[in-house]
């Protein structure tokens, strides 16, 4: 990697500009995030308790062109953020257990709000569907393509966005 290289680590991929290597913050102006996008990007919040996975599927929805943010894993800080950032989000991902937990309480209030959302999870469908969880369903393990796939397939569009985004 040389000096011209951006710096990109997990925590960076939420905000919409990058750091230069080597350069401290704020010495030059920040340069457009990667791959196109921008504030008009659909912001996916990404809800799941393993560090990795989250990490993993943010920076794939950031090479496609989503702005995308990474919750805490737990389903009370989850449900903390969301209250408190209403409206920031386009589309959730949400692992349908958290800690240990169900994420009901997660998707009865994103069904109530309006937000949409698709489950992603190691479990099985069927057993997904037995928790009552009833939303877009993606099973882990899953790729880069499988999930662009998915999020094509269940992200609703913005009115004025185009479909190819």
């Known amino acids: 990697m040389s000096s011209d290289d951006p710096v990109t680590r997990p925590s960076d991929l939420d905000i ?13 102006p920040a340069r457009p995030a990667p791959r196109g996008l921008t504030r008009a990007a659909p912001h996916v919040l990404v809800i799941e308790d393993d560090s990795l996975v989250s990490a993993d599927m943010q920076m794939s929805l950031t090479d496609m062109g989503y702005r ?4 805490a894993g737990s389903v009370e800080e989850a449900m903390d953020r969301l209250r408190r950032e209403a409206g920031a989000y386009d589309f959730v991902l949400l692992d349908a257990e958290l800690s240990g937990r169900s994420s009901l309480p997660l998707a009865t209030y994103m069904d109530a709000a309006g937000l949409p959302y698709m489950m992603v999870s190691g479990y099985d ?18 790729g880069e393509t499988e999930l662009a796939a998915a999020m094509k397939r269940h992200m609703p569009f913005r009115a004025g966005q185009a479909a190819s985004a």
């Open 68 to 71: 995308a943010t990474c919750a």
């Open 125 to 142: 469908e069927l057993d997904i569907r037995a928790m009552g969880l009833t939303a877009p369903y993606l099973g882990k393990p899953f």
């Open 16 to 28: 919409d500009a990058e750091v230069v290597a080597g350069e401290p913050a704020g010495s030059e």
